[in-house]
C-alpha cells in the first residue's frame, strides 16, 4: 500500500513539477516580440534570446540524470526548482539585452526537470508499463502551453518584471510542495561511479535514440518557443492570439504524448515511429509550401503536432530498455539531444528569416531530417516487426 502510494505521488506530482518547470523554462518566447521592441533586436538576436535557455537545460540533462539515478528524484528535483527561483528574480530586474541573456541561460536549468522526472519515476513501474507512464510524465512539457497563454496575459497587466517575479514564486512553491508529498525508493546497494554512468555512450542505441528524439522533442520545443514569433511575422497576430495558438499546439503534442508510449507498448516503438517520421516529413513540406495561408499553415503545424507528440512517447519506451538500471544517464543523453534539437532551429529560422526574407528553407531542412530519420528506423528497427526487446542485444 506505501509502494502504491509513493509511486502514485511519483507519477503526478513530477508531471506537475514539470509543467511549472516547463513554464519556467518557455517565459521567454511568450513576449519576445516585446522584448525585442524593447532593446530593438534583429531576427536573429530576439531568436538568440528564446533559445538561450534550451541551451544548459538540455546539456545539463546529463548530469542531472546520472544524480537522480544516484541520490534520488526527490531530493534533486527540489533544489533544482529551489535554484530556478534566483535567476527569474534576476531576470525580473534585468534592464539590458546582455543581463537578459545572462539570466536566460541559467534560467535554462529548468530544462533538466524532464530527465530527472524520467529517471525518477520510471524506477517506480515495471517495463511493460512504462511507454505509457513515461508518456503521462512527460505532459509536463504542457508547461510551455501554460507560458504561452499567461505570459502574454501577465505583460500586458504587470509588466515584463512581473512575468518572471510570478513563475519564480510559483516554482519556489511547487519546490516546497514536491519536498512534503513525495518520497524516493531505496538506493541501490551498488553505489555506481560517473564512468560507469557514462558507459552507456558505447551502446550504439543511445546515439540512435538521440538522434530521433533531436527530432521528435526538439522540433516540439523548437515549435512551442518559436511558435508566437512565426505566427506574428507571418500573419501578423498580436501576443496574446499568438501566444494562445502557439499553446494549442503544445497541448495537442503533450497530450498524445502517452498515446505514443501506448501504441509502442502494444505495436512495438519500430513500426510507431516509422509512420510517425513519414508523417513529420508530411507536415514539414506542407508547411514550408503554405507559410502564407493560415489555414493550410495551421492544419500542417497542429498535426505535425500529433505526429512529434506521439514521436516523443514512443522514442522514450525504448530508453528504459537501453540500460535498465542506468535509465537516468540514458535518459539524459537522450534528452540533452532532444533539447539541443529545440535550441538550433529557432536561431536557424531567425537566420533565414534576416538572409532570404522567408521562413522556407528552414521548413524544408525539417522535412529532409525527417526523411533520414524515417530511413533509418526502417533499417534498423521496423524491419524487426517491432521486437524493441531484442535492440539493446542486437546493439550492446
Not at 59 to 67: D, H, K, N, S, V
Not at 294 to 315: D, E, K, Q, S, Y
Amino acid at each position: 500500500m506505501e509502494t502504491l502510494k509513493g509511486r502514485t505521488s511519483a507519477l503526478w506530482f513530477s508531471t506537475i513539477a514539470m509543467v511549472v518547470s516547463f513554464a519556467v523554462w518557455a517565459v521567454f518566447s511568450p513576449m519576445a516580440n516585446t522584448l525585442q521592441e524593447i532593446y530593438r533586436l534583429s531576427a536573429t538576436e530576439k531568436s538568440v534570446l528564446v533559445a538561450t535557455p534550451v541551451l544548459l537545460g538540455s546539456i545539463m540533462r546529463i548530469p542531472l540524470g546520472i544524480l537522480t539515478d544516484r541520490f534520488g528524484g526527490r531530493r534533486v528535483y527540489t533544489l533544482m526548482m529551489l535554484f530556478l527561483t534566483l535567476p527569474m528574480a534576476g531576470a525580473g530586474f534585468a534592464d539590458s539585452y546582455a543581463m537578459l541573456l545572462f539570466w536566460a541561460f541559467f534560467i535554462g536549468m529548468a530544462g533538466t526537470t524532464f530527465a530527472i522526472a524520467i529517471a525518477y519515476v520510471s524506477r517506480w513501474y515495471p517495463p511493460e508499463k512504462q511507454g505509457l507512464v513515461l508518456g503521462i510524465t512527460g505532459m509536463g512539457n504542457f508547461g510551455t502551453a501554460v507560458a504561452g497563454f499567461t505570459v502574454p496575459t501577465i505583460v500586458a497587466s504587470l509588466g515584463v518584471s512581473w512575468a518572471f517575479w510570478t513563475w519564480g514564486i510559483l516554482v519556489g512553491m511547487m519546490a516546497l510542495l514536491f519536498w512534503l508529498v513525495t518520497q524516493d525508493l531505496p538506493r541501490p546497494p551498488k553505489t555506481r561511479t560517473l564512468k560507469d554512468a557514462l558507459s552507456v555512450v558505447q551502446i550504439r542505441d543511445t546515439w540512435v535514440l538521440s538522434f530521433y528524439y533531436f527530432l521528435t522533442f526538439g522540433g516540439f520545443v523548437a515549435f512551442g518557443i518559436y511558435l508566437p514569433t512565426l505566427l506574428q511575422d507571418l500573419f501578423y497576430l498580436t501576443p496574446v492570439d499568438a501566444g494562445l495558438r502557439a499553446a494549442g499546439f503544445v497541448a495537442i503534442a503533450t497530450f498524445v504524448r502517452p498515446v505514443g508510449g501506448y501504441l509502442a507498448d502494444r505495436w512495438g516503438a519500430g513500426k510507431v515511429l516509422t509512420a510517425l517520421f513519414a508523417g513529420i516529413l508530411s507536415c514539414a513540406l506542407l508547411i514550408s509550401f503554405f507559410t502564407e495561408n493560415i489555414i493550410a499553415f495551421t492544419l500542417g503545424c497542429l498535426i505535425g503536432g500529433v505526429m512529434l507528440g506521439a514521436g516523443n512517447g514512443a522514442v522514450f519506451k525504448l530508453v528504459p530498455e537501453v540500460a535498465p538500471e542506468q535509465t537516468g544517464a540514458v535518459t539524459g543523453i537522450v534528452g540533452a539531444a532532444g533539447g539541443i534539437g529545440g535550441f538550433f532551429p529557432p536561431i536557424l529560422m531567425g537566420m533565414v528569416k534576416d538572409m532570404t526574407g522567408n521562413y522556407f528553407l528552414g521548413f524544408v531542412l525539417l522535412a529532409v531530417y525527417a526523411l533520414i530519420c524515417l530511413i533509418m528506423n526502417r533499417r534498423l528497427y521496423d524491419r524487426h516487426h517491432g521486437n524493441d526487446s531484442q535492440i539493446k542485444a542486437k546493439w550492446g
